[in-house]
């Protein structure tokens, strides 16, 4: 990215965004929605700021920042999102913390770090709402997940069917399973609106492994493709990336991956691997193989998540479904 001549950070929350222009030393605090954003031009020009030579650096803060987006990209203005945890990890030893004292130092993170930023380029309508779909989807499941084991426990203590105590939860199940084909038939619909999503998707699902829920949360994370185009990246996203674990002669450790990841997306491969270890015959002796040969099975289920987001990657970047060819995996 070029060289800017004014960074801004930004610091957002639920009610409020805190703003700081690094060159100006100037802070500025407004309420996050349409009044606020009134404020924040008002601000800019006051600065005497350069929109071309400005760009605005804010933390990933999922719904938070949906407003703030939308209107900077209406305006026209550069702006990009960063991990909080990279953006809290360059900053080295800090003593104390405030809203004003966080919008500064992300402003500092964006003048030493301006060359590994990108700018957030604008999302489709319809992967918008896909994204909001699969969140919605994603508390659902996890919410009848819980009720689903309760109805366990009762099950096990010997309550009975007919119990008020256990035909509640059952209920809640039921009508959670009754929402939760509302949402699958709307990401369906909304899929469907946006000819490259739909391309996309139908590709995902024609990898062993990679279903309907999947292949939404994989276009939902990359933004269909445009915010990861390398699958090796988007495995270090994801956690299954595997790194050196050594330091001179002391230390030798295994070859690892990193806690640092997107849990649910690290969560679905591993189903998608173990799907195909069954139903794939090219992974499944692959696996077979090399279980056999005496390493674990968690590694090898890893290398198998690998295996399928590179087929994901490759069957979107050819642009065709992908074809399986049984022999031994490489």
Same mark, same amino acid.
């Given at each position: 990215?070029?060289?800017?001549?004014?960074?801004?950070?930004?610091?957002?929350?639920?009610?409020?965004?805190?703003?700081?222009?690094?060159?100006?030393?100037?802070?500025?605090?407004?309420?996050?929605?349409?009044?606020?954003?009134?404020?924040?031009?008002?601000?800019?020009?006051?600065?005497?700021?350069?929109?071309?030579?400005?760009?605005?650096?804010?933390?990933?803060?999922?719904?938070?920042? @949906?407003?703030?987006?939308?209107?900077?990209?209406?305006?026209?203005?550069?702006?990009?999102?960063?991990?909080?945890?990279?953006?809290?990890?360059?900053?080295?030893?800090?003593?104390?913390?405030?809203?004003?004292?966080?919008?500064?130092? =992300?402003?500092?993170?964006?003048?030493?770090?301006?060359?590994?930023?990108?700018?957030?380029?604008?999302?489709?309508?319809?992967?918008?709402?896909? %994204?909001?779909?699969? #969140?919605?989807?994603?508390?659902?499941?996890?919410?009848?997940?819980?009720?689903?084991?309760?109805?366990?426990?009762?099950?096990?203590?010997?309550?009975?069917?007919?119990?008020?105590?256990?035909?509640?939860?059952?209920?809640?199940?039921?009508?959670?399973?009754?929402?939760?084909?509302? @949402?699958? *038939?709307? =990401?369906?619909?909304?899929?469907?609106?946006?000819?490259?999503?739909?391309?996309?998707?139908?590709?995902?699902?024609?990898?062993?492994?990679?279903?309907?829920?999947? *292949?939404?949360?994989?276009?939902?994370? #990359?933004?269909?493709?445009?915010?990861?185009?390398?699958?090796?990246?988007?495995?270090?996203?994801?956690?299954?990336?595997?790194?050196?674990?050594?330091?001179?002669?002391?230390?030798?450790?295994?070859?690892?991956?990193?806690?640092? *990841?997107? %849990?649910?997306?690290?969560?679905?491969?591993?189903?998608?691997?173990?799907?195909?270890?069954?139903?794939? %015959?090219?992974?499944?002796?692959?696996?077979?193989?090399?279980?056999?040969?005496?390493?674990?099975?968690?590694?090898?289920?890893?290398? @198998?998540?690998?295996? =399928?987001?590179?087929?994901?990657?490759?069957?979107?970047?050819?642009?065709?479904?992908?074809?399986?060819?049984?022999?031994?995996? *490489?």
């Amino acid at each position: 990215m070029k060289k800017f001549s004014h960074f801004i950070g930004a610091d957002l929350s639920k009610r409020s965004i805190d703003f700081y222009c690094l060159s100006k030393k100037s802070y500025l605090r407004i309420e996050n929605s349409a009044k606020g954003f009134k404020e924040l031009i008002t601000w800019i020009k006051q600065l005497n700021l350069d929109l071309a030579d400005t760009c605005i650096v804010m933390e990933h803060t999922g719904m938070y920042g @949906l407003l703030l987006e939308h209107f900077l990209h209406d305006q026209k203005i550069i702006f990009c999102k960063v991990s909080a945890l990279e953006i809290k990890r360059s900053g080295g030893l800090q003593r104390g913390k405030s809203d004003k004292v966080d919008a500064m130092r =992300i402003a500092t993170y964006g003048s030493e770090k301006h060359a590994k930023l990108i700018p957030q380029s604008p999302s489709t309508k319809a992967l918008e709402r896909l %994204k909001l779909l699969q #969140t919605t989807r994603h508390q659902l499941v996890k919410q009848r997940a819980g009720f689903i084991c309760l109805v366990k426990e009762y099950k096990n203590i010997g309550i009975s069917k007919g119990d008020i105590i256990l035909k509640v939860p059952l209920d809640m199940i039921a009508g959670f399973d009754k929402q939760i084909d509302k @949402l699958d *038939a709307e =990401i369906k619909k909304v899929i469907h609106t946006d000819e490259k999503l739909a391309q996309n998707y139908y590709l995902l699902v024609s990898v062993k492994g990679i279903g309907k829920v999947i *292949a939404v949360a994989i276009l939902v994370k #990359t933004q269909n493709f445009t915010r990861f185009t390398d699958p090796r990246k988007f495995a270090c996203f994801c956690g299954i990336a595997p790194f050196e674990h050594t330091s001179g002669s002391s230390v030798k450790g295994r070859t690892r991956v990193s806690h640092m *990841a997107d %849990k649910e997306m690290k969560s679905l491969l591993d189903l998608a691997a173990k799907v195909a270890a069954r139903y794939d %015959k090219t992974l499944k002796e692959y696996y077979e193989t090399r279980v056999q040969q005496g390493k674990s099975k968690m590694s090898t289920f890893n290398v @198998l998540r690998n295996k =399928i987001l590179y087929r994901a990657f490759a069957v979107i970047k050819r642009q065709t479904p992908y074809v399986e060819v049984y022999g031994k995996a *490489a």
